[in-house]
Structure formats: structure tokens, C-alpha cells
């Protein structure tokens, strides 16, 4: 369970953890600093922003301002980047647009006020590369001075090249931000035969990327990219980009999904939000944009490195054998795949939370601890469970008419034994009652450490 319950911190994060489930979350919104909790809360109850939506959107941000800062050092030769590819998946009319634009606000005007100064950069470099060589050391310049770069955190509907490109001129890293991921998707194929597709997979695990494409005057070798990408994304269409073969090559599987339990329309709220709220975000992400990426004397990106102290390590190891275990266990290579991934995001889940905890003054940044493990299991198991249930839907499961009749004499929340109870009474066996779980999970149930609950 981690911390005692008794303690002031851990009534706190109880009570955390009882409000998202009241407002129709299993977002473990307790994983986050009791600043930004607060935030999203407070967004969903004064702007109808779903938790769930808020949350991942936050967390994507704070990644793309980490960047190439920090990595975590897990072993020789293994260190792991904050990487995140997230969909915000909704019905239309959830509210996925408006929480991923706030969340990200502070970055756009980080983006605008850049811009200005590279607009006026480019004016001075075109002003100086119209004199001749002469003219421009007389007066003072470089004979072949360097044309100014775009200091940016995010690109939108871009092609691989110019992406490639953004990536080579901003070593941090940026963020692919599209509102519609559908758009983002379409290009795999629209300049291409597909190997588009390809090269976010390469960018996920964030090393060197080369390229030495035929008629490219532009080829580019990137030592440490750093790329996340986020978007929002309708059921349907993502069932049918994904169905059948084009979920098989491991792309899908690096995506994370938000996915809140209930999507119906809120009621606007006639009290309006505090300001407050927005001026605490901004102030946090400024936190984050502020750190430095730093650089060796060669020239080459030199991230400060965390790693995990003893009980850290301890307990991650302890859940990977789990972990393994369950993957062994499974006979669908499509969930061996999804499970596989979950392996590289614990770490990264650790490093965001760590450093989450920092710059909120709830914890330090000398090592990755235990109660930052702890968190991060929460939102694997979160993340688990939003995957299986996309897997579900791409695979077009449907109960029989038996099982959603058992589905419907079940309660909303149940173990294992209080539904064999119910499928007993309907004289099910206990093997058959158990492939209706394994079936039903992801998408008409989801299920934590035994306890089972309904998705509505």
C-alpha cells in the first residue's frame, strides 16, 4: 500500500482518491503534488474539464519541459527519457480540446514570445547575408554568419523532414501538439509509402536518429532526441485506422490513453473558476521551463541523472517480476505487447513524478524514491487497463446474450468471489466465469489489484 494511511499524508491522498471517484475518474489524480491536484480539481469543478483529460494533458506538458534535462540512470548503458505519446479518447462533445489547451497554455506563450525574437533574428541575418563578403567585415560581421534557429516546444501538423529538422534545432525536445490525431495519423501515408510510421517508433525510444534520404539536402543526425506526442482522438475513428493488421507493428502499443469511465455532458457551473488556479499552473510550468539543458565540453547533451535509492529499486524490481510473470502467463500476443511497454513507462512515470514533487517543495531531486515507484505502479495499472480497453474495441468484442445478462445481475463493484457468486447462481462454472472476466476487462469492466468495477 506504501505510506500508512494514518498519517496526515496518506488521509490527504484517501481523500484525494475518494473525490476523483466521485467525479467519475480511476484517474489516480493522488499520484500528482497537492498543487496540481488541486488545479485539476478545481478545473473540473468550476469548467467541466473530465479529470482524467486534465491530468494526462498536465503530465504530457510537464514531460515536454523536462525534456532532455533529466533522464533516469537505471543500469549500465540504460538510462530512460520522460518520453510520451498520449490520446485524449472521447465521444465528440467530452471536452478533450479545451484541458489539453490549458494544460499547454504556458508553452504556447512561450512558443509566441520566441518566435518574436527569432522574427527579428532572421531580419538582422537577411539584412547582413544581402552585403557582400567585403561589406560585411568592414562593418563588423562574420564572413558566413550562422542563420538563427526557432527555440520552440511545440510543432502541429508537420511532415517527417520538418520534424526531424524542429527536433535537430531544439535539443531539449519538443512536443508534437495536433487537437485531432487523426490528422497526425493520415500523414503516415501522405507523403510516403508509411515509413512515417516508422520513425515515431525510432523517436519513442529516444536515440539517434539518422537520415540520408535520396534528394534530402537537408540529411540529419540527431545524437538524443527527444520527442513526445499528444492529441485527442474520436472511438471510431481510432477503431478504424487501427483494425485488423495496422495494430500489429507495435505502434499502437507505445500510445497511452485517457479515457474517463463516464463521457456524458456536463452542466456548466454558474460559479466561475478562480484565477488563481490558471496563475498556479503558469507558475509551476515556469518552474519546469526555466531548467537548464546542459552540455559536456564536446558539445553533447549532458542531462542530469537520477536514480532510484535502495527501496526504490527495490520495489520496482519486485513489480517487474510481477509483471513478468502476469506477461508469461498470457496467451494473446497482442496483450503481451501492450503489457512489454509498460516496462519502459514505470521508469518514465518515476522521473515525471520525482521531479513533479521537486518543484512543488514535496520532494527532492537527488534520487527517485519509493513513494514515486509507488505512484507510478498506480498509473501503469491506470494506463493498463484504458490500453486493453482500446485492444478490446479495435478487436470488436461483444458478449453473448449469457454474459450480459451475468453483466447486469453483477454489482457496480465486485471481487472475483462476490461475481462467482452471482454466475454460480446462474449456474456457470468457475472456468467459464473466469474467461468472461478476462473477456469483459477493458472494455465493459475494469479491474485493480482483485477488485473488479463496471466501466459505464
Known amino acids: 500500500m506504501g505510506e500508512s494511511r494514518i498519517t496526515p499524508s496518506g488521509i ?40 482524467d483529460y486534465t491530468a494526462c494533458s498536465m503530465m504530457t506538458a510537464i514531460s515536454t519541459c523536462i525534456g532532455n534535462t533529466h533522464i533516469l540512470h537505471f543500469k549500465t548503458g540504460w538510462d530512460i527519457k520522460c518520453i510520451i505519446y498520449m490520446a485524449l479518447v472521447g465521444r465528440p462533445g467530452a471536452n478533450k480540446s479545451h484541458p489539453l489547451k490549458t494544460a499547454f497554455e504556458p508553452l504556447f506563450r512561450f512558443d509566441k514570445e520566441q518566435k518574436e525574437i527569432y522574427n527579428e533574428e532572421h531580419r538582422k541575418y537577411e539584412s547582413i547575408m544581402s552585403l557582400s563578403k567585403k561589406e560585411r567585415l568592414e562593418q563588423g560581421f562574420d564572413m558566413f554568419p550562422r542563420e538563427p534557429v526557432r527555440t520552440r516546444f511545440l510543432v502541429s501538423d508537420i511532415t517527417q523532414e520538418a520534424m526531424a529538422k524542429s527536433i535537430s534545432e531544439n535539443p531539449r525536445g519538443i512536443c508534437l501538439y495536433m487537437d485531432e490525431l487523426q490528422g497526425w495519423i493520415n500523414n503516415f501515408t501522405r507523403y510516403n509509402k508509411g515509413s512515417e510510421e516508422q520513425f ?56 497511452l490513453f485517457a479515457i474517463p469511465e463516464i463521457q456524458d455532458k456536463l452542466y456548466w457551473k454558474d460559479d466561475d473558476i478562480d484565477m488563481s488556479h490558471f496563475n498556479e499552473w503558469n507558475t509551476i510550468m515556469q518552474s519546469f521551463i526555466k531548467m537548464k539543458i546542459e552540455h559536456d565540453e564536446h558539445g553533447n547533451i549532458n542531462p542530469t541523472r537520477l536514480e532510484y535509492e535502495s527501496g526504490a529499486r527495490q520495489k520496482v524490481m519486485e513489480w517487474q517480476h510481477q509483471w513478468a510473470d ?75 446474450p449469457k454474459q450480459t445478462e451475468l453483466l447486469e445481475k453483477l454489482p457496480d463493484k465486485f471481487t472475483r468471489s462476490e461475481g462467482l457468486e452471482v454466475a454460480v447462481s446462474m449456474n456457470w462454472s468457475t472456468s467459464t466465469y473466469d474467461r468472461f472476466l478476462k473477456k469483459a476487462t477493458g472494455t465493459y469492466l475494469y479491474h485493480e489489484y482483485g477488485n473488479y468495477k463496471k466501466a459505464q
Open 200 to 255: 515515431y517508433i525510432s523517436l519513442f525510444n529516444g536515440y539517434m536518429y539518422i537520415s540520408d534520404r535520396k534528394m534530402n539536402t537537408n540529411n540529419i543526425m540527431i545524437d538524443s532526441p527527444f520527442s513526445n506526442v499528444i492529441g485527442t482522438i474520436q472511438p471510431e475513428i481510432l477503431i478504424d485506422t487501427f483494425k485488423g493488421s495496422k495494430s500489429n507493428n507495435g505502434f499502437l502499443d507505445r500510445i
Open 326 to 400: 502476469m506477461l508469461n502467463m498470457e496467451e494473446s500476443d497482442k496483450r503481451r505487447s501492450i503489457y512489454s511497454k509498460f516496462e519502459t513507462y514505470i521508469h518514465r512515470f518515476c522521473l515525471i513524478i520525482q521531479l513533479c514533487k521537486w518543484v512543488c517543495n514535496e520532494g527532492d531531486k537527488n534520487c527517485i524514491d519509493l513513494d514515486s515507484v509507488l505512484k507510478s505502479i498506480r498509473l501503469v495499472s491506470y494506463f493498463k487497463n484504458t490500453a486493453l480497453q482500446i485492444c478490446s474495441m479495435i478487436e470488436g468484442v461483444m458478449l453473448t
Open 12 to 51: 490527504i491522498n484517501d481523500a484525494v482518491s475518494m473525490i476523483g471517484k466521485m467525479n467519475d475518474s480511476s484517474f489516480p489524480i493522488d499520484v500528482f503534488p497537492n498543487k496540481i491536484r488541486n488545479i485539476i480539481l478545481n478545473m473540473y469543478e468550476y469548467l467541466a474539464f473530465p479529470i
